[in-house]
């Protein structure tokens, strides 16, 4: 294609901004699965859409980058406040761009995004939100948000909610439910491929670990239900590896001291894409012991089964249950109850044939109903449905 020919696709092509707090980074708190989401949906409509990403900084001064082709712009920032950016030059970079842009795409919760939207007068653009989670800690911010939240909502064109049990769950949105449609979070699994080795292979890598491994990935925060985690492993003959990072690390490594657990309970930090698929190949089960609607997702969950691990998960009103089915692939626990916890992780971990079940039906329940290339398709048939309309 000249350059001429690709000059005028381009100008053909729908133009979308893609608004949120953060964008995938190496490190919390730029790691999340939302920023996972953002960034796949980015780069995998990037050659159909123009797509553009604005976000803010965790702190800083604002950049814009190119980031694997696609044009991110990060608002300066003063720090972080109960999880959100706190930015005053957002609201003038979001009036900039939104003007080119034929669908503004919001990825919520995000107050900062949809209260520019209403402040900055961006209308007549088609509004697509991807509704995450609500807002559930910071109840005294939620009562003076909630009228822009349904402000906002009222006037957004179609609403993605990320699975069935937040659609049913959420009083924000029952009064949307005729423009919602489920579209549940996805991974890209030609990034997580098995290997044929054997994992005793694997294991020669770290020699110091021969025992059995329960893995945790996420960020080290309140509804995680870390600390249920920990107490669970008094009762657990294995080695429990963190990863990640967060405000909670020094508390929870104070509580795995107090314990006498520091020589089960490893924290590993903020590691690279390929040592977190080394992890996720050598544990033997993994668990995600999550304590509040916060965690909406566990999109964690997906990258261990796609390497067919079994699951532990709690039963949360959100899509965490729905991702690993319990008695098919892993088992689901009430939150906050280590013994529950433990007695799960002993079960699987000391039942092959059990074990080797949940592995084999993870796998086929990525594969069939959380593949990135379905979630892709259809966010795309609503961006030119939109538009067409």
């Known amino acids: 294609m000249g350059q001429d020919e690709d000059l005028l696709k381009r100008r053909n092509m729908l133009k979308v901004?893609?608004?949120?707090?953060?964008?995938?980074?190496?490190y919390y708190p730029e790691s999340g699965g939302i920023e996972k989401t953002?960034?796949?949906?980015?780069?995998?409509l990037k050659d159909k859409i123009e797509m553009e990403v604005l976000v803010c900084?965790?702190?800083?001064?604002?950049?814009?980058?190119?980031?694997?082709?696609i044009r991110v712009t990060k608002a300066s920032s003063l720090g972080m406040y109960t999880g959100m950016p706190v930015s005053i030059t957002f609201p003038f970079l979001f009036a900039l761009k939104s003007r080119k842009a034929d669908i503004l795409h919001f990825h919520?919760?995000?107050?900062?995004?949809?209260?520019?939207?209403?402040?900055?007068?961006?209308?007549?653009?088609?509004?697509?939100?991807?509704?995450?989670?609500?807002?559930?800690?910071?109840k005294r911010l939620l009562k003076l948000y909630k009228p822009f939240l349904h402000q906002f909502l009222r006037r957004a064109d179609k609403i993605i909610v990320t699975?069935?049990?937040?659609?049913?769950?959420?009083?924000?949105?029952?009064?949307?439910?005729?423009?919602?449609?489920?579209?549940p979070l996805s991974?890209?699994?030609?990034?997580?491929?098995?290997?044929?080795?054997?994992?005793?292979?694997?294991?020669?890598?770290?020699?110091?670990?021969n025992e059995?491994?329960?893995?945790?990935?996420?960020?080290?925060?309140?509804?995680?239900?870390?600390?249920?985690?920990?107490?669970?492993?008094?009762?657990?003959k294995a080695k429990l590896l963190i990863v990640g990072d967060g405000e909670l690390r020094g508390q929870l490594e104070a509580q795995v001291k107090s314990l006498g657990l520091d020589d089960k309970v490893i924290f590993l930090g903020a590691v690279s894409d390929e040592k977190l698929h080394y992890y996720y190949q050598i544990c033997d089960v993994f668990v995600l012991p999550s304590t509040e609607r916060s965690e909406a997702f566990g999109i964690v969950q997906l990258?261990?089964?796609?390497?067919?691990?079994?699951?532990?998960?709690?039963?949360?009103?959100?899509?965490?249950p729905f991702i690993s089915v319990h008695g098919e692939t892993g088992l689901t626990v009430p939150p906050k109850n280590p013994d529950a916890l433990a007695q799960a992780i002993n079960t699987i971990l000391s039942d092959k044939q059990l074990s080797a079940k949940f592995s084999r039906n993870a796998i086929k329940r990525v594969k069939e109903k959380f593949s990135r290339d379905v979630m892709l398709e259809k966010i795309y048939q609503i961006y030119t449905e939109l538009c067409s309309n």
Do not use: W
């Not at 990258?303 to 965490?320: D, I, Q, R």
């Open 17 to 26: 901004l893609q608004i949120h707090k953060l964008y995938y980074g190496s």
């Open 38 to 44: 953002v960034k796949d949906i980015a780069e995998g």
């Open 57 to 69: 900084r965790p702190k800083g001064k604002g950049v814009t980058l190119s980031i694997n082709g």
């Open 108 to 138: 919520l919760p995000f107050p900062l995004g949809d209260i520019s939207y209403l402040l900055m007068g961006a209308r007549g653009k088609k509004v697509v939100v991807t509704y995450h989670s609500d807002i559930v800690r910071q």
């Open 163 to 183: 699975s069935p049990y937040l659609l049913e769950s959420s009083e924000h949105l029952a009064p949307y439910r005729d423009k919602c449609v489920v579209i």
């Open 187 to 209: 991974i890209d699994l030609n990034k997580f491929k098995p290997c044929n080795e054997d994992k005793a292979n694997y294991k020669k890598m770290n020699p110091s670990s």
């Open 212 to 236: 059995k491994i329960v893995l945790f990935v996420g960020c080290l925060t309140y509804y995680t239900g870390l600390s249920y985690l920990v107490r669970a492993m008094q009762d657990v």
């Open 303 to 320: 990258e261990a089964m796609a390497y067919g691990k079994p699951v532990v998960n709690t039963n949360l009103p959100t899509a965490v």
